[in-house]
Structures are given as C-alpha cells and as structure tokens.
C-alpha cells in the first residue's frame, strides 16, 4: 500500500462508516451456564480477500518486536513477536512491561473501526501478535491487569494461515465449580469477543503445534483507561 494513503485500498470492499454489518455469532462459552462468561466467535467476521490482504500488508506494516516478558520471577523471550498500537498516551502493562501505543497504522485503524462495528463497543488499543509457526505460542493466561476498563470486553481478530487452536479453562480455583474447558480452532478472518466475567472465571492460551507450518497474525483490541 503506498504509505502516503490514509485508508488502505480494501476499506471500499468493507463496510467501515456504514451500518453494523450483521455478523453472526456462535456462542462458545454461555454466560447463564458460565458463571456470567461470554464467549463467542463471528467466523465469518471478513471476507477471505480482505483477511488475506490485510494479514499480508500487516506483516510488513507493523513493527515487530520480540519482547522480553517476566513471568513467575522468571524472564525469556517468547518465540511470539508483539506490538502495541492506540490512542495517543496509551499504554498497557503485562508480564512485568509496560507497552506504549504506537500511533494506529492504516489497517488497524481500519480493523479498529470493523470491530466497532460489529460489536458496538468502542477500543482505543490494540496489541498484536505474530506467531510464525505452531512453535510460537501463548500460555494460560488472563487479561485481568488493572489498565484495563472491566466493563469492556475483549476483542480478538485473527489473520492469516496459520490457523491455531484457542484453548478456554477454569482457572485452577474454580475447577470444581462445574465449569468446562473447551478448545476452538480460530480461522482467519474471523472475530472472538471474551466479555462478561471470563477474565475472572477462565484462562486462556494458544499452545503450541508442531504440525502448523504457517505464520498467523492475532490482533486483540482492547479498552485500558487513560492515565
Ligand atoms: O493469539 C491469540 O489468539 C491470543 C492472544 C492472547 O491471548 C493475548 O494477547 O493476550
């Protein structure tokens, strides 16, 4: 995309600034049966054109970084390459770093305002993630940090061919509650919102894969508060 544009090509082949698409959900995890948990995935969230499109122009797009991270007093470097973009003067601290928002690129402003409108919430950042293949992966977690506004869900795009599986479970104090666990495959182009109280009740993870060979871009956009 020539970088002096400041929409990239496929926002006329979207619906960005038009009606919320009708995008059909699937729910994964049921907030009456889940202790208020709500997960749920539009598969066909955009169209395999510009799903291809932007997972390429993002590749190059974004600056990409391998992150230290410390975890249980521990530091490494995960095989995962990250990015953090938003409003200007925000910034999000997890695993021990604070990540400062770069100014939105073209196509995750695009991206940003797709989300918005399919899911009616608002986002002003977004971290973003580039596994290479199924050797990259990201472990049981929750996104529960404190910069985070509570009420606002998270929303996670995924790009690219390197499908991944997306595993869901109680966190190990609530393993007795009768709450599953459950595993997704996430395909490109599709959109999952973990909202209500997942953060509180489950962890999630993208482990890892031997038999994907394929990169795969993940972008979850997110509401911190302003400082
Ligand atoms: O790659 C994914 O789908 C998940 C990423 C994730 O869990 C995170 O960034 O916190």
Redesign the pocket.
């Known amino acids: 995309m020539d970088p002096k544009r400041r929409t990239p090509d496929h926002e006329e082949e979207g619906n960005a600034d038009k009606k919320p698409r009708a995008t059909t959900w699937e729910q994964i995890l049921d907030p009456a049966t889940s202790r208020g948990a709500d997960v749920k995935i539009s598969r066909d969230f955009l169209a395999r054109i510009i799903a291809d499109k932007c997972f390429d122009e993002l590749s190059k797009e974004i600056f990409w970084q391998q992150e230290e991270i410390r975890m249980m007093g521990k530091t490494f470097t995960p095989k995962r390459e990250t990015a953090a973009y938003g409003d200007e003067g925000t910034s999000y601290t997890y695993s021990g770093s604070k990540r400062r928002a770069n100014p939105w690129t073209p196509n995750l402003a695009f991206m940003r305002r797709e989300v918005e409108n399919a899911t009616g919430q608002t986002f002003n950042f977004v ?1 973003c ?1 580039l ?1 290479h293949n199924g050797e990259a992966s ?1 472990g049981h ?1 929750s ?1 529960d940090e404190r910069d985070l506004n509570p009420e606002s869900c998270i929303a ?1 795009v ?1 790009l690219g061919p390197g499908e ?1 599986d ?1 595993a869901l479970k109680p966190k190990k104090k609530h393993a007795n509650s009768g709450l599953l666990s459950t595993t997704l495959l ?1 395909n490109s182009g599709s959109l ?1 919102i973990m909202g209500g109280t997942t953060q509180t009740y489950f962890t ?3 482990p890892k894969r031997a038999k994907v060979t394929q990169p ?1 871009i ?1 972008l ?1 956009f997110r509401n911190v508060k302003i400082q």
């Open positions: 971290l993630n596994y990201i977690h996104d996670s995924s991944r997306f996430l999952l999630h993870a993208v795969r993940n979850t």
